[in-house]
């Protein structure tokens, strides 16, 4: 055997090798026991797995990350060697006559048309929904998603997303079918008060005690208590024992490492807050900003964006408009006294 037949066949070795590197597929990443989650404001629902991390809104959305670190792929879905998938749950409330189609078009993400599937009708829930596909072909491999939308009635638009990076999202197709058979579709049933019975309001303690967790410690009402809602690095909910489900705080941690800008993470939220400005604001001594919107009518929304060490810190103030002078000093204060860790 020659040495330049040596040589050329270890030239083949190393490009079989590299080659073989390069085409290997991702694993599709696990999905263990599944929870439910309950959205008390627009009244939708829907199983998501216990070991991926969360993003919930209440009266607005809920998303579900394979990974921390696949978040910021998922907002931008740019080219990476990061590999993982998504499952979210959207309500939009309705003020008039539904246009499905602006609907559909304004939460598509390629602008090539040929990406998408020509919509189909499915069952969900219930009532007829249509279903999106679509494909995009990146060096890491194929991603994939479905949207479904959908209306159980004439108050809300409800879409469901599925999407997964590096080829695997037909491996997880199975239990995505099975995470859509579990939604319930939103619907917007006004907050009523009875006012023939003249019953006591619901009024935050005046006296507070204190939650000191790993990101942060805040005070808060002593007739309020704080659940873990399982999302980012810490996500905390504080809500009045007995009160009413629509008057909250709540403070979710994440990890900022990829996007760390403040600015321009506040832009990217006024656009899904469909806010038009913005507010500069301090939380815990650093700087923040603040937007302000109504989810739904009579419900007001205050929410705080502030970074940290790498670490983005959201704020949020929920109360009944007609109610805010006994909600808002109080929340103000537990807002002032939060520390960041």
């Excluded at 055997?1 to 080659?19: E, K, P, Q, T």
């Excluded at 959908?150 to 079918?177: C, N, R, Y």
Aim: proline share 5%; with cysteine.
């Amino acid at each position: 055997m020659n040495r330049r037949y040596l040589f050329c066949l270890g030239i083949a070795s190393v490009v079989a090798i590299v080659v073989g590197a390069c085409s290997k597929k991702a694993e599709a990443p696990p999905i263990t026991e599944l929870d439910t989650y309950e959205d008390k404001i627009m009244n939708f629902s829907i199983k998501f797995p216990k070991n991926w991390k969360g993003a919930v809104e209440a009266g607005k959305r809920a998303e579900y990350y394979s990974s921390e670190n696949i978040m910021q792929r998922f907002r931008e879905y740019n080219e990476s060697d990061i590999t993982g998938a998504k499952i979210a749950i959207m309500a939009y409330k309705l003020d008039g006559q539904p246009n499905l189609d602006s609907i559909i078009d304004a939460t598509k993400i390629f602008q090539d048309a040929s990406v998408y599937s020509t919509p189909e009708k499915v069952q969900l829930d219930g009532v007829e929904a249509t279903r999106i596909r679509y494909a995009y072909t990146y060096p890491d491999g194929e991603f994939k998603g479905e949207r479904y939308f959908a209306m159980k009635d004439s108050t809300a638009v409800t879409v469901i997303e599925f999407e997964s990076f590096g080829g695997t999202f037909d491996a997880l197709h199975p239990k995505f079918e099975e995470i859509l058979q579990s939604v319930k579709l939103a619907y917007y049933k006004p907050v009523v008060r009875d006012t023939t019975a003249a019953p006591e309001v619901f009024k935050p303690s005046e006296s507070l005690t204190t939650y000191d967790g790993k990101y942060f410690s805040m005070q808060y009402p002593t007739n309020f208590s704080g659940k873990s809602m399982g999302g980012g690095l810490e996500t905390i909910q504080f809500q009045g024992i007995g009160g009413p489900v629509d008057c909250i705080m709540n403070v979710t941690v994440t990890d900022a490492s990829k996007q760390n800008n403040l600015d321009r993470i506040v832009e990217q939220n006024k656009k899904l807050y469909k806010a038009t400005s913005s507010s500069p604001a301090k939380l815990g001594g650093e700087t923040a900003a603040f937007i302000e919107d109504s989810p739904v009518k009579d419900i007001r929304r205050r929410t705080y964006f502030a970074v940290k060490d790498n670490k983005l810190y959201r704020v949020t103030l929920q109360w009944y408009k007609p109610e805010q002078e006994f909600f808002l000093p109080t929340f103000e204060k537990c807002l002032a006294s939060i520390s960041l860790k």
